[in-house]
């Protein structure tokens, strides 16, 4: 039982992104036969190039595996644990956790307060965010707990947060904004976000983004992941100061970005107004 506790976010994952694990392992079998077959015809160029192979999808394999390891398992890096640090959260706050599909962080994150209160919004829309592998994510989230007076569950939408203007002192979106491929549905949520942040409320986003490390462990996928100066654009855009971040072993990167008060926003816009 201890076993299944320890690993069960890297399995969940593993099973949502099944189909890159599973050409990984084919691959593996392929340079194993491929080895065995050069070998018995006396191929030595075909060999040394199926041994090349062989140790690339090993260290491709095992990459993957620690990086959902320490991404998504307790004994992991926990980057929502992090993210809640970095708010400076007390135990007696109001907070909004934007989901998609880490129901497991918000439980975690939630069992910290006493007083407090998480409202868990879940903005899933299959039209803006198509991937299968998230689809297959959350058919295994566990069941919200209902009878917590800790937790609120609320379904909402990126143009529309079910709560009240400057409700909540924190939001966390932890891999919630790549999801949306579309620029303007990332701004669209951070506009929603800063209508229901509190004056100098924390706005904690955690993201993986293109660093060597990404692009190492998931290869030409690395590519496709945003660059750390697309998110600090976004954030600025939107109309919130960067105070904040942190690097998690070139994996993900962890942003606190406070919304400013009335003086300190109209100061932000000039700047962006001229150009």
Same mark, same amino acid.
């Given at each position: 039982?201890?076993q299944v506790s320890r690993y069960q976010g890297a399995l969940r994952h593993i099973y949502a992104y099944w189909p890159r694990y599973a050409l990984l392992?084919?691959?593996?079998? =392929?340079?194993?036969? /491929? ?19 062989l140790i690339t999808l090993c260290y491709a394999l095992a990459g993957a595996l620690w990086a959902v390891h320490q991404l998504y398992d307790a004994a992991g890096l926990q980057p929502h644990q992090l993210l809640f640090?970095?708010? @400076? ?24 307060? =006493?007083?407090?209160?998480? =409202? ?22 566990? @069941? ?37 491929? @579309? ?39 690395? /590519? ?44 932000? @816009? ?6």
């Amino acid at each position: 039982m201890s076993q299944v506790s320890r690993y069960q976010g890297a399995l969940r994952h593993i099973y949502a992104y099944w189909p890159r694990y599973a050409l990984l392992y084919a691959g593996l079998i =392929t340079a194993v036969l /491929l080895i065995g077959i050069s070998a018995n015809q006396g191929w030595m160029g075909l060999l040394l190039l199926s041994v090349a192979l062989l140790i690339t999808l090993c260290y491709a394999l095992a990459g993957a595996l620690w990086a959902v390891h320490q991404l998504y398992d307790a004994a992991g890096l926990q980057p929502h644990q992090l993210l809640f640090d970095m708010g @400076q959260i007390r135990e007696t706050d109001r907070l909004a956790f934007i989901d998609l599909d880490k129901r497991p962080q918000a439980l975690a994150l939630g069992r910290r307060l =006493t007083s407090g209160q998480v =409202t868990v919004i879940d903005v899933y829309n299959p039209q803006l965010t198509p991937g299968q592998g998230l689809a297959r994510s959350r058919a295994r989230l566990p @069941q919200p707990l209902l009878n917590d007076p800790r937790f609120v569950w609320r379904n909402g939408r990126i143009d529309l947060l079910p709560l009240p203007n400057e409700s909540v002192s924190a939001v966390i979106l932890y891999e919630v904004l790549s999801q949306y491929w @579309q620029v303007g549905d990332q701004e669209m949520l951070l506009r929603e976000v800063r209508r229901v942040l509190t004056p100098n409320g924390r706005l904690l986003i955690a993201e993986r983004t293109r660093t060597r490390n990404n692009i190492l462990l998931m290869g030409p996928a690395g /590519l496709s992941l945003a660059p750390l100066t697309h998110w600090r654009e976004l954030l600025h855009r939107a109309g919130f100061v960067i105070r904040r971040e942190q690097n998690l072993s070139g994996l993900i990167h962890c942003l606190r970005a406070d919304k400013p008060v009335a003086a300190q926003a109209q100061q932000l @816009q000039l700047p962006w107004g001229d150009g």
